[in-house]
């Protein structure tokens, strides 16, 4: 009912659009970017609808196809985690006003569909109170299976804090795969993602890699290099990369290594072989940074 | 009277009433209590440290826990609360295939 009466603001809506698209081109927030630069669609049918929103201390690409984020993107830093350890408090999901009606997810899209509320950024990271509340907007919102947001997930994010503790600075791109002929889709028309993705990039040592896991409740997650992101996501999140970051992936912190170790979960599989190459290009990226280091 | 839909009812700022909305989220650590009108859903961890922080926290998690009892024991319940979603999800072509 809710959605026929929206199509009857058709009109009104795409005339919004135009405006919210012309304001989103003024919309930008570099710093959340590695090297300042916003991921790019390599599928350009991903492009369509989409409107870029800044917040405090995220952004995000929304999609008005799926009524979803594509992605969202943080720059996590030792000291932004140190704030993060919240105080208790309360808050909540909140649509999006930023978008338009015809364009946005609704609460009640959300409520009995059997899925979770998964935030790309996660609340977990926002280093304050008003950043952690702009969290909630659904515009950073994706159907997510409660198995996968509730396990896997958050220990991937918070092995992705303690990574960024450890190292002192993070990019990090968390977005959301539509794969396959079909999609399946809740109410309200918001389409649920086939795979999630979380991209990390240190600036410091260069390096960068992807988990990449499907929406469902195995618990099983992949390490992929940027390029071979970019082909499965049709997005390349980190453009101003140089080939050979984009490459190989970076070794990423295990999510079962964390505090909560109950229950088995499966491994990623590794062979001698991916280590020797690991090693090999480690080495290759040490003496070509050595080299150009003893040019200049 | 026609009800104004629970999930329209916009829940009130920093104030967590268990069972009134499906949006509000009270965190407490990394532990998260989301709202919701017919079940409230608990996730996280929470490291209650043996310290004023730990009694704080301790305190928090009473008071929200006896408050969504609260609201319990004044109900009429029914036996369960229905366990599928409202409806199956529907299936529709991949628009970026």
Redesign the interface.
């Known amino acids: 009912m809710l959605v026929r009466c929206r199509r009857g603001r058709f009109v009104a809506a795409l005339a919004f659009v135009t405006l919210a698209s012309s304001a989103a081109a003024q919309e930008a927030c570099p710093t959340l970017f590695a090297k300042g630069l916003a991921p790019v669609l390599t599928?350009a049918?991903?492009a369509?609808r989409t409107v870029p929103l800044c917040f405090e201390a995220f952004a995000v690409l929304h999609s008005g196809?799926?009524r979803t984020p594509l992605y969202s993107a943080e720059h996590l830093t030792r000291a932004s985690i140190a704030d993060a350890r919240?105080v208790?408090?309360?808050?909540?999901?909140?649509e999006e006003t930023r978008l338009p009606d015809a364009e946005r997810a609704s609460?009640?899209d959300?409520?009995?569909?059997?899925f979770?509320?998964g935030h790309l950024a996660p609340?977990?990271d926002m280093p304050t109170l008003s950043a952690?509340a702009e969290s909630?907007s659904l515009a950073n919102i994706v159907p997510q299976n409660r198995v996968l947001?509730?396990g896997l997930w958050?220990d991937i994010e918070?092995g992705t804090r303690r990574l960024a503790t450890r190292r002192g600075s993070i990019f990090v791109v968390t977005g959301v795969i539509?794969?396959?002929?079909?999609?399946?889709?809740?109410?309200g028309g918001v389409?649920?993602p086939t795979q999630l993705f979380k991209a990390l990039y240190d600036p410091a040592s260069g390096e960068a890699g992807a988990y990449l896991a499907r929406n469902d409740d195995a618990r099983n997650w992949r390490a992929v290099s940027i390029d071979a992101l970019t082909q499965e996501a049709?997005i390349d999140v980190f453009p101003g990369l140089p080939a050979a970051a984009r490459a190989s992936a970076m070794t990423l912190p295990d999510p079962q290594a964390g505090?909560?170790s109950e229950g088995h979960r499966p491994r990623p599989e590794q062979s001698w072989q991916d280590w020797l190459s690991r090693e090999l290009n480690r080495a290759v990226r040490k003496i070509l940074r050595d080299l150009l280091r003893s040019i200049f | 009277m026609p009800q104004d839909?629970p999930?329209?009812r916009?829940?009130k700022?920093?104030?967590?009433e268990p069972f009134a909305?499906?949006?509000?989220?009270?965190?407490?650590?990394?532990l998260?209590f989301?709202n919701?009108?017919?079940r409230i859903?608990l996730?996280?961890?929470l490291d209650l440290t043996r310290d004023k922080a730990g009694l704080?926290?301790a305190r928090?998690v009473r008071d929200t826990l006896e408050a969504i009892v609260k609201v319990l024991e004044a109900d009429d319940l029914p036996e369960a609360v229905?366990e599928?979603?409202?409806?199956a999800?529907?299936?529709?072509?991949?628009?970026?295939?």
């Open positions: 599928n049918k991903l369509a196809v799926t919240t208790a408090r309360d808050d909540s999901f909140h609460l009640e959300y409520v009995r569909s059997g979770d509320r609340a977990g952690q909630f947001n509730r958050a918070e539509f794969s396959g002929d079909s999609m399946q889709q809740i109410k389409l649920v049709g505090a909560r | 839909k999930s329209r916009t829940p700022p920093d104030a967590f909305d499906d949006a509000s989220v009270r965190t407490i650590g990394a998260s989301e919701g009108t017919d859903a996730h996280g961890s704080a926290q928090l229905a599928a979603p409202d409806a999800p529907k299936s529709v072509p991949n628009p970026f295939a």
